[in-house]
């Protein structure tokens, strides 16, 4: 699927839920957030039959994120169900990893092949200031399941406020260093005010290369995260929807004052 920008969209990343069990400063108000209600948030047959047609499309590469992946109940059936749709070649989870020490062996199982545990600090009680949850020993937990479960990639996304000098960021480092795992590092955006940095070690917020689309949890298909555009699948029809948004890919982002981080995925 060519945009209008000669960019092949071969990329999806579905938010499958805007519920936490964290509330890291950049991303959620303390307070949470309005949930969706039940009836508005897709089923797991609407986002298969969603990938479903996304692939007959052209999409081959799946990213299930959120909110938290994996406060959505069943996620292991969702895995399950997209993984059988042929013409999948890559579907990977961004997770928080408090919850993976359950779920790492069960979703390998499934067909995850790829994962990415957001980790900012390794200091208990920075982690606790960002994430304002005392996680850090469970995530941790999570991440040594993960690595033992044979997933072709587990990485650690850490967000950082300026630099890699930041004494959590060198924490984190050293962790991934230790766990020979990969750490990308990610500037905190700002959606309201447009500020975004391509990811280092990653494609994300290099918009001359952008090859995503993205289902929000309410099924809305977003071309991009630093635009307000979105294309609801229950109004439009998959088929549709995936079109429009295609076809209304801007060439670089500016802002969004309508999508969060926590409701259409990062
Ligand atoms: N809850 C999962 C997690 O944290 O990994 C998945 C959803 S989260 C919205 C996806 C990614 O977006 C995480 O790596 C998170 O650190 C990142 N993120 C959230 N808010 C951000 C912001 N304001 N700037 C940059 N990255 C952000
Ligand atoms: Fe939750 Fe992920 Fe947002 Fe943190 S970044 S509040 S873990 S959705």
Redesign the pocket.
């Known amino acids: 699927m060519k945009d209008n920008h000669n960019r092949n969209i071969t990329y999806l990343r579905i938010s499958v839920t805007d519920r936490?069990n964290l509330r890291?400063v950049?991303?959620m108000p303390e307070e949470g957030v309005d949930p969706i209600s039940h009836t508005d948030l897709l089923t797991f047959e609407e986002i298969a039959d969603f990938v479903k047609c996304s692939v007959s499309m052209g999409i081959n590469k799946v990213r299930l994120?959120?909110?938290?992946?994996l406060v959505r109940k069943g996620i292991v059936d969702l895995v399950r169900m997209i993984k059988d749709i042929e013409g999948i070649e890559d579907l990977a989870m961004?997770?928080?990893g408090v919850l993976l020490k359950q779920f790492a062996e069960p979703l390998r199982q499934a067909g995850l092949m790829r994962i990415?545990i957001?980790l900012d600090s390794m200091d208990r009680e920075r982690f606790k200031e960002i994430t304002r949850r005392d996680e850090l020993p469970a995530v941790l937990e999570g991440i040594d399941e993960a690595v033992k479960c044979g997933y072709e990639k587990i990485k650690l996304?850490c967000?950082i406020r300026k630099n890699k000098d930041e004494p959590d960021a060198v924490s984190v480092a050293e962790y991934g260093k230790l766990k020979g795992l990969e750490v990308r590092f990610?500037r905190?955006?700002?959606l309201v005010t447009g500020e975004f940095w391509p990811v280092d070690g990653g494609e994300g917020g290099n918009c001359s290369v952008c090859n995503r689309i993205r289902l929000s949890a309410k099924g809305d298909v977003l071309p991009c995260l630093f635009s307000d555009i979105g294309f609801s699948v229950r109004k439009f029809g998959a088929r549709e929807a995936i079109k429009m948004a295609v076809e209304s890919k801007p060439a670089k982002g500016t802002m969004s004052r309508t999508h969060e981080?926590?409701n259409v995925?990062?």
């Open positions: 936490c890291c950049y991303c994120t959120g909110g938290e992946p961004t997770t928080n990415n957001s996304n967000v990610i905190t955006m700002n981080f926590y995925g990062g």
